[in-house]
């Protein structure tokens, strides 16, 4: 099993410009994540979906969208990113909800993402 | 608002010697995980703690976590140079598949 797997691995953008990044898990699991890591902050939430055809916003939503495409797909998109998004993106996944009683999170390697 | 605080967020220690990690947060809940995060890397999974007074152990680290002081600590013994990494907690109190809330990380150098 790949696991949970993310692409691109790095990005350049310019002020303005659109990207999606892709997100894929093998796992069978219910529910993916979106944050984004910046030096001293810990990781932050952008997006989550609790299952197939739902998404809800995190803490810091504002400036993306994302699309879960099916079971195994989950995309976070910039319409038009901004020097304040150059971050390291990860996706993860977990079980919930069903099996099992707690949200262990299984992470992707990151993008890591510069706007110029 | 959770708030979830690790302390020391920078640690630089000798091998051989012990030392803790702690993380406290603001809101009750009995779910807490720690991670590791190497350079560049992503996170992986440590521990999951799940009620109070839970204790987990693998190699020369030990979690635990109190429900009612809402504290949680990373224990490490008789550190080695390939435990330096960032270690980060993060809470669930969502009861579903909400996010996790995490510390801003531990940042562990360990000298030989």
């Known amino acids: 099993n790949a696991g949970v797997t993310q692409t691109p691995k790095f990005q350049v953008l310019k002020t303005g410009q659109s990207m999606t990044l892709q997100c894929a898990q093998d796992?069978?699991?219910?529910?993916m994540y979106w944050y984004r890591q910046d030096p001293g902050m810990g990781l932050r939430l952008i997006y989550y979906?609790?299952?197939?055809?739902?998404?809800d916003k995190g803490e810091v939503p504002n400036g993306y969208n994302v699309s879960r495409l099916n079971k195994r797909e989950f995309s976070l998109r910039l319409e038009s990113a901004a020097p304040s998004q150059t971050s390291v993106y990860f996706c993860?996944?977990?079980?919930?909800?069903?099996?099992?009683?707690?949200?262990?999170?299984?992470f992707g390697p990151g993008t890591r993402l510069t706007v110029l | 608002e959770l708030k979830v605080e690790q302390n020391p967020l920078f640690l630089s220690m000798q091998e051989g010697k012990n030392y803790t990690i702690y993380c406290n947060y603001s809101?009750?809940?009995?779910?807490l995980y720690w991670y590791r995060q190497d350079p560049g890397k992503s996170l992986e999974s440590l521990f999951v703690l799940l009620s109070n007074g839970a204790v987990k152990q693998e190699g020369r680290l030990m979690a635990s976590l109190d429900t009612k002081a809402r504290l949680s600590t990373l224990h490490i013994t008789a550190a080695v140079h390939d435990l330096s990494a960032t270690y980060f907690c993060?809470?669930?109190?969502?009861?579903?598949?909400?996010?996790?809330?995490f510390g801003k990380g531990t940042h562990l150098i360990i000298q030989p």
């Open positions: 796992m069978n699991h219910n529910s």
């Open positions: 993060a809470v669930d109190i969502g009861g579903g598949a909400d996010g996790l809330t």
């Open positions: 993860a996944s977990s079980f919930l909800p069903g099996r099992g009683i707690y949200n262990e999170q299984f």
């Open positions: 809101t009750t809940s009995d779910r």
């Open positions: 979906s609790a299952s197939e055809g739902t998404t």
